[in-house]
Structure formats: structure tokens, C-alpha cells
């Protein structure tokens, strides 16, 4: 709840840092500083995300209990301690536990809090690559029609992709060289980061839109 609540008031700082951009259309400073800790933020907080972090906890999970479960003596020697004063009633034998497991009739959840300390870590290993990144200011006009969004609005890319083994072509990581970020602000403005971009303003052209 506490980190909840510094969040909320993180996002009221983001809105307004936000808005002065659109206004002053100069990228430096507090307001880069805000804005990037935005984009980091929203990059590992989604629920497909979380979803996609549980499914795989999951799957470590069933794979330890089935490990433990490939043989009664590895079994009884995972069990020894945990079952030190435990009323007998409460008590589960081998057999009963491989049932259980063998029939899947049971689901495996993640913590709220495991999740919310999970994006955290994620935010401090992904802010340093957003910190530098060199970042063009995309100004749309008349001519080039506006910048358009979505619930899951920070896109990380190969510049090249063609160029990128089929392995990899779906996996860019934001600390890779020839990789872009982009982030669309508003209808007006978006923004582009890579390693290698000269930093400043532009107009955006219809095709760049």
C-alpha cells in the first residue's frame, strides 16, 4: 500500500512534467528525469506482464514439486522438517501428495507484493539504459497527422530487424546497441531514444507518424 501510494503520487509528478514538455518542447533536466522513470515504469507494470511472470513461477514450481515427488525417500526427506510438530491429522503421505500432483486439479498464485517488488528490481535494471539513450522530440504538424497510443504504449525495437538472427528478432533488450524506444506523449508529440541518435527536435512527416 505504501509503495502503492508513492506511485500515485509519482504519476501526478509524471502528468505534470507531461504537459510542460508539450508547452516548452525542451526534453532536459527534472522533467527528462520524470518522464524516463515514467517510461521505465510503464515498460514492466502491465498485467500481461505479471501474467507472464506467474505463468513462468508457476512453471518452476510444478517442476521443483515434481522433483520432489519422482521417489517416496526424496520425498520423506523434504517433508522430515517441515512436518516437526505438525498434528498428525494435518499430516500428508507420499501417496496423497503424487495424486494430487499427478491429477493438476490445483493453481499456482503469485503475491501482489512478489510482483510489485519484481517490477521494482525491473525498473532499476531498465532506468540506467533509458537514462542513456540519446532522445529525439517528435513534433507532428498539419501535414502529418497525429501520433496515436495505447494501453501498452512503450515499444522497444531493433532499428534493423532483417539484420537480426530469427532467434533473437523477437527479443531486443533495452541495454542493446541497435535497439530504439519510443513513447508517444500526446496526440502532438512522441519520443525516440537510441545509442546512437543526435539528441533534439524534429517534425514528424506522415510516413514518420
Known amino acids: 500500500n505504501t509503495i502503492e501510494s508513492a506511485l500515485s503520487k509519482f504519476e501526478g509528478h509524471a502528468a505534470t512534467a507531461l504537459k510542460k514538455l508539450e508547452e516548452t518542447l525542451e526534453f532536459s533536466g527534472e522533467k527528462k528525469e520524470i518522464i524516463l522513470n515514467l517510461i521505465a515504469l510503464i515498460a514492466v507494470r502491465s498485467p500481461e506482464r505479471r501474467e507472464h511472470m506467474r505463468t513462468f513461477e508457476a512453471q518452476v514450481a510444478d517442476k521443483i514439486m515434481g522433483l520432489t515427488l519422482e521417489s517416496k525417500e526424496r520425498w520423506e526427506s523434504q517433508v522430515t522438517k517441515l512436518e516437526e510438530g505438525m498434528e498428525e491429522s494435518n499430516k500428508v503421505t507420499y501417496e496423497e501428495a503424487k495424486k494430487f500432483f499427478d491429477k493438476k486439479a490445483y493453481t499456482i498464485e503469485v503475491a501482489r507484493e512478489h510482483h510489485i517488488h519484481m517490477e521494482m528490481k525491473q525498473v532499476e535494471a531498465v532506468l540506467p539504459y533509458l537514462l542513456g ?77
Open 133 to 209: 539513450r540519446k532522445w529525439v522530440l517528435i513534433k507532428a504538424t498539419d501535414n502529418s497527422g497525429k501520433f496515436i497510443t495505447s494501453d501498452n504504449p512503450v515499444r522497444l525495437s531493433w532499428n534493423e530487424p532483417e539484420k537480426i538472427p530469427p532467434l533473437y528478432r523477437d527479443s531486443p533488450g533495452f541495454g542493446m546497441k541497435g535497439t530504439q524506444v519510443y513513447f508517444p506523449v500526446s496526440k502532438n508529440l512522441a519520443l525516440i531514444g537510441d545509442f546512437d541518435s543526435e539528441e533534439g527536435t524534429i517534425e514528424g512527416t506522415q510516413d514518420l507518424v
